[in-house]
């Protein structure tokens, strides 16, 4: 079974419509993060969450919103979805407990497409 | 402001050759370097990284090296291997860990036969 998992894998959606990307992750990591991928432009980070009660915007967090319902669980929501939101969506985790720091985890991406 | 440069879009490599893939920063700040590779449909995996106390890091056919003075790493895979074909993006953090990871745009490396 995958580590870090997203759903949904494939989303097409409307323009104005509110959606909701899932992450959720069964390495016991203590910090998640949400990034977006375009052609060009790597993957750049939108939300980012050290703990339960800890998050923090990033690069591109204008239009979106995050919950971290659980330590395992890290949701993004697009409130009103525009078309220059179609892009690759991918959720990470890495891990400060273990005293690890060494990489992040990504999960498979969730492909968006708005109309 | 691209913090983290990779200038080549591309590169092609015959199998057996060596792959160098290069990477270029501005931030002063960053001083923990990783590569990552991603094949279609899949996240990003991590392949290796590098403080900025070293200059050069191996992990079997993968070697990083950092020069901090040029701002400069780049990606050593020898030899290349046809397994080897994905996007490899370079990532860069200011925290002596991975976390807050800037990436570069990538660049897709296929190793011939």
């Known amino acids: 079974d995958a580590d870090v998992t997203q759903t949904p894998r494939n989303r097409i959606t409307k323009t104005g419509k509110r959606i909701m990307l899932e992450c959720s992750q069964t390495k016991g990591h203590d910090r998640m993060y949400w990034y977006r991928q375009d052609p060009g432009l790597g993957l750049r980070l939108i939300y980012y969450?050290?703990?339960?009660?800890?998050?923090n915007k990033g690069e591109i967090s204008d239009g979106y919103s995050v919950s971290r319902q659980a330590q395992a669980k890290f949701s993004l929501s697009l409130e009103s979805a525009i078309p220059n939101q179609t892009a690759l969506y991918f959720c990470a985790t890495s891990d400060t407990t273990s005293g690890s720091y060494n990489e992040q985890f990504f999960g498979p991406g969730t492909r968006l497409t708005v109309l | 402001d691209q913090q983290v440069k990779q200038n080549s879009p591309s590169l092609s490599v015959q199998e057996g050759r060596i792959s160098i893939l290069n990477c270029d920063y501005t931030?002063?700040?960053?001083?923990?370097f990783l590569w990552y590779k991603k094949y279609p449909a899949e996240g990003p995996t991590f392949l290796i990284s590098?403080?900025?106390?070293?200059d050069k890091n191996e992990d079997g056919r993968f070697t990083v090296f950092l020069n901090k003075s040029a701002k400069h790493l780049s990606l050593h895979i020898v030899p290349s291997q046809p397994g080897d074909s994905a996007v490899y993006f370079c990532a860069a953090s200011p925290t002596g860990t991975a976390s807050k990871l800037t990436f570069g745009t990538g660049t897709r490396l296929q190793v011939t036969l």
């Open positions: 931030n002063s700040m960053f001083d923990y």
């Open positions: 590098i403080s900025s106390i070293k």
């Open positions: 969450s050290f703990d339960v009660k800890d998050i």
